[in-house]
Every structure is written in C-alpha cells, then in structure tokens.
C-alpha cells in the first residue's frame, strides 16, 4: 500500500469521527430557544347589502274560461317599509311579475354604512272583494333563501292555491320542489328544474304538485341563487268565496317550535276551523303540541306524544277553541316543520290564514306593520329567566315601551298600522310575530331577527 493511499485513509477515519462527535452534541447538548409569535392578521368581513323581496299581489286563477290554467292579478299590494332612524331610506327595486302586464313584487335594499350592515323591515298587505276571491292578506317582506318550507293551503276542490317564487338578485336562480303529503315525499315533475331569471317571478299552481292532498308542505330547493317563495291560499266553499291568505312560509326544521300567535274568531261554543300541521321531513317522531292563550299561563289545548311518520304532514284538529289570540308550542324527537290554520267562518264575508313558526330573536330588530285591522305584537320568551325587552318606533318617535315578559311566558302589545317598529330583547331571546284579526280579515307574520354583525376573522399566513 502506497503512503499516499495510507494518508487518505486515515484522513477519512479522522473526518468519521469528528462527524459522529458532531452528531452526538447536536442532539445531547439542549440549543437557545426563540421565542418568535406567529404572524396573524385580524379583520371583519365587509357587510353585506340588506335585501328583501315583497311577496307582490293577489293573483286568481280560474277567472279566464278559454285557460283554467291562466291566471290574473286580483289586487295590488301595499307596502311598508323602511330603516331605522339615522339610517338612508333603502332602495326599491321591482320583481317582474309572471302575469303579463300585471303589477311587479317590491323588493328593497340597503347599503351597509361604514362596515355595518343596515337593518331593513318591509312587509305589506292586500285585500279583494270579488265574487270568485275574497278575504285579506299580510305577510313581511322577506330575504330571498336557499331552502324555504311552505307549510300551508290544499289541493282539495274549492281551492286555488299558488306557489309564488321570486328572483330579486342578479344571478338565475333554479328551483326544485319537493312535496310532502299522504304518500310521504315526492317530487313532482311540475316542480322540477324551474328557471327563474333575475328580478322576475314565476307561478306554479299547487294542484300540479299536490292534487287531492289535505294537507301538503312544500319545500322550495334553490341553486345558483337564492329565492324567497310564498303559498297564496285561496278558498270557495260552494261558489262562495270564504277567504285569501298570503305567506305560507314557516321556519326550518329544528325539535322546538313556536308559533307566537294565531286568531281565532267568532262566536263562543261554536266550533271554528282551527288546526295545527305538523312534519316531520326526515325521521319518525313523537310531538307535543300546547296552544296557551296569549299573555296567559294556563293551557288551553294540549296534546302529547303524538306519533308522526317521516315526510307524511299531521294536522291536529282544534275547532273547540274559544275567541282569543294563541300561541303554540312544539317539542319533538326529530326536527319538525309546523304551521297553525284558522278561519273566521265558512260564509259570505269570512277570512282564514296561515301562521308559522319564529325564529329566536337576539339581537335589536326592526319590524314593519303592514296596512290592516287592529294589528298587534306577540312576543315569546322561550327562556328560563325574565326578559324586559325594549320597544320603539324605528323613526325615533315616542318613548321606548318595556315589555316584560316572564320565563316561559308571552306578551302582547297594540300596533299602529302602517309603522316601523325596533324590537330590543334586551340580553334575552325572543320569538315575536305581528297579528291582525277583524271578523272579515284576519292575517299574520313571524317577525324576522336582524342578522348579528359578522364576527370577527384572524388570518394567519401558512
């Protein structure tokens, strides 16, 4: 071996070791630690633009001899709406109506201001007196959805129920409707894929998707864009017509519900068409349905552990009510959808409408009075401590009113017709809806809670 190749290799061994050496103090000997925080950005997202679609006017169907099918404009709608005070009055937009030449659905919005989102109330009412459509109406104004339930109205002879879907947004927007009834769920080939361009307004008679039924819910699917639909109900008993109701609209599924108040008129100890519907879309279920006078303690009605089969509707019949304003409360197993019924009277000069359920109330809200008789405001207080809510005008006139309404309990305060009004629960959780009733017209509508203001997002980079 020459010494040349004896000098690498042992030059070799050498850097060996070292590098073992190396290794083995890395990992014993412990390295100063830095202490460095991650970088993290924190921001709000920008507000969104408060919008809300009307549900238009009364249309009739039936009126045109050479087209059944056609339908018309019976009368128009009034509308109120606005914002609070201090805020920009909103902008008015227009729905294009399904009738050709027939008046177009309201919509409003408004721009937040300064990052905050601007609180938006509308609601408005119709009333006909027609010898084939007569009766009152009222419902709020509401913002366009992915998934609305309609839990309302007949496919029986005598009615002539429509299923209203407006477009207010900017984007086409695609509907499906699927259909809950004696059968369980179906989806009709009339409801299926129905295209409804931006600011226009389509049409879809509830005989072609429910013919027969007593008791049907609807469930209005949208994609691309959202929607706001509505049921509008009508009714002849006998070529005689006994009322009109606009609205239909309940909140979505969830195990406990309420619905604020509903009306009943007419004469004591005699029956009235009273009825609570009740779905369950997905599961089997057991409810429990208490209807308690409003403001009272005492239950009225109450039914429990009523068995529900999945996606088939149960109505429970309640025409023993005496004359007074309800509310209703639902517990259940699985989530249910629900909805209340009553009518004036089955002659000449009688009025019915649908009531559905409230969603919970946490933060201030405006609410609009529609036009209509003797309107008032229902609020439930679902919680277990008292609540001293706190009621305005939105326009800043008059002195706040507190409300106070104990666990458990409900209240009822007089309306002004044709007012906006701020709804503050005051720390606590509410359910709220605004009733009219006169023995020829009676209607009513959940108050919508505003949205709560977008928490804020921490960005980190990765």
Not at 21 to 39: A, H, K, N, Q, Y
Not at 180 to 190: D, I, N, Q, W, Y
Not at 360 to 368: N, Q
């Amino acid at each position: 071996m020459t010494t040349a190749r004896r000098i690498r290799r042992g030059v070799g061994g050498v850097v060996s070791v070292l590098v073992v050496v190396g290794t083995l103090f890395l990992v014993t000997t412990p390295l100063p630690e830095v202490d460095r925080s991650t970088l993290s950005l924190t921001t709000r997202p920008e507000a969104a633009t408060s919008l809300l679609s009307c549900t238009g006017p009364l249309f009739a169907a039936g009126r045109n001899t050479d087209d059944a099918a056609a339908v018309q404009v019976a009368a128009s709608q009034s509308v109120v709406a606005g914002t609070a005070a201090g805020d920009a009055a909103p902008a008015q937009g227009e729905v294009a109506s399904a009738v050709a030449d027939g008046p177009p659905a309201l919509s409003f919005s408004a721009v937040p201001v300064e990052r905050v989102r601007t609180d938006l109330a509308a609601a408005g009412s119709s009333r006909v007196n027609a010898d084939d459509l007569a009766g009152f109406g009222a419902s709020a104004c509401t913002p366009p959805a992915m998934e609305t339930w309609l839990s309302a109205g007949s496919g029986l002879t005598g009615a002539a129920d429509l299923v209203v879907i407006a477009n207010p947004g900017d984007v086409a927007a695609r509907v499906d409707l699927t259909v809950f009834a004696s059968g369980g769920r179906t989806a009709p080939e009339a409801g299926a894929g129905i295209l409804i361009p931006p600011q226009q307004q389509r049409i879809v008679p509830l005989a072609s998707l429910a013919l027969g039924e007593t008791s049907p819910v609807v469930l209005v699917s949208a994609t691309q864009a959202p929607v706001q639909a509505v049921l509008q109900s009508s009714l002849t008993r006998t070529l005689v017509p006994v009322g009109v109701d606009e609205g239909g609209a309940t909140g979505l599924p969830r195990t406990q519900q309420t619905i604020p108040a509903f009306s009943v008129v007419g004469e004591r100890d005699e029956p009235t068409d009273t009825a609570v519907r009740v779905l369950a879309p997905s599961d089997d279920t057991t409810v429990s349905v208490t209807v308690t006078p409003v403001g009272g303690r005492t239950a009225a009605a109450s039914f429990n552990d009523l068995a529900v089969t999945a996606g088939v509707p149960l109505e429970i019949d309640m025409e023993r009510l005496p004359p007074g304003r309800y509310r209703v409360d639902i517990d259940a197993g699985a989530p249910v959808v629900a909805s209340a019924h009553a009518s004036t009277g089955a002659d000449a000069g009688s009025d019915f409408a649908w009531y559905g359920t409230a969603d919970d109330i946490r933060v201030p809200s405006l609410l609009a009075v529609a036009q209509g008789p003797q309107p008032q405001l229902a609020i439930v207080n679902p919680g277990a401590q008292e609540v001293a809510a706190v009621l305005t005008g939105a326009a800043g006139a008059g002195e706040p009113s507190e409300v106070r309404i104990p666990a458990g309990g409900s209240a009822s305060v007089d309306l002004r017709a044709g007012e906006l009004y701020r709804l503050d629960p005051a720390g606590g959780t509410l359910r709220a809806s605004v009733t009219f009733s006169a023995p020829d017209a009676i209607a009513g509508y959940p108050v919508l809670p505003a949205d709560a203001a977008a928490a804020p997002v921490v960005v980190r980079p990765r």
